[in-house]
């Protein structure tokens, strides 16, 4: 599982308020990333990092920030969370290697935005 | 969007015929990973297969890459009831540090 954790697992909350979920990993891998798993969209990519406070945009970032202020953790926030943002949230690390880049998934938080 | 695409979306078998997905992308890729997703649960890594090579096994796992076409597939030989579940390839593209996953195959194992 390369030592992918994520907390919380579930969590409900209301529309407008500020939520913040975690992920860490104990193999100091440089390469962080955030996913959102929705039926039919399969997994996208809300943001990643390449290493402590460097982060950059994926396909869906709108509404969601992030940060990285040490190698093992990345934090996945949404500032004022929508109802759209209901979902499974994924976090992934990628290991280093060129062609033999793989990435690994944590188990994943569910979301839900009353 | 550089999102791959699985075909079929959905697939149902008996237990010990063979199952085949395909994947298609559109970029060129430096690899291609295949993916199990059970119900509920995260994705668990199956195999890897980089541009250069066209073939690849993992015990009932075989996967091929097309890089020409575009395609990939997987095919699972004598499934079993606990292949049950969704299927996804993601691209490692050649520019850029970013996965790209399809939108997966469900797998259905009838015992």
């Known amino acids: 599982d390369a030592g992918i954790t994520q907390s919380p697992r579930h969590k409900v909350t209301e529309t407008g308020t500020p939520v913040t979920l975690r992920c860490h990993q104990t193999?100091?891998?440089?390469?962080m990333y955030w996913y959102r798993q929705d039926p039919g969209h399969g997994l996208r990519l809300i943001h990643y990092?390449?290493?402590?406070?460097?982060?950059d945009k994926g396909e869906v970032s709108d509404g969601y920030s992030v940060s990285r202020s040490k190698t093992e953790d990345f934090l996945l926030t949404l500032e004022s969370a929508t109802s759209s943002q209901t979902s499974v949230y994924f976090c992934?690390?990628?290991?280093?290697?060129?062609?033999?880049?793989?990435?690994?998934f944590g188990p994943g938080t569910r979301l839900t935005v009353l | 969007s550089q999102q791959g695409e699985e075909d079929p979306q959905a697939l149902s078998i008996q237990e010990g015929e063979n199952a085949t997905m395909n994947c298609s992308y559109k970029?060129?890729?430096?690899?291609l990973q295949w993916y199990r997703q059970n119900s509920g649960r995260g994705l668990v890594h199956l195999i890897l297969?980089?541009?250069?090579?066209r073939e690849k096994h993992s015990g009932r796992l075989r996967v091929t890459l097309d890089t020409s076409k575009k395609s990939s597939s997987l095919l699972i030989t004598a499934s079993r009831a606990a292949d049950t579940a969704s299927y996804f390839c993601?691209?490692?593209?050649?520019?850029?540090?970013?996965?790209?996953f399809g939108t997966g195959t469900s797998l259905t194992v009838i015992p």
């Open positions: 970029t060129s890729i430096n690899n």
């Open positions: 990092s390449y290493g402590v406070k460097d982060t």
């Open positions: 992934a690390i990628r290991t280093s290697g060129g062609l033999f880049n793989e990435q690994f």
């Open positions: 193999e100091n891998h440089r390469y």
């Open positions: 297969i980089r541009s250069n090579e």
């Open positions: 993601a691209t490692y593209p050649v520019t850029g540090n970013q996965f790209y």
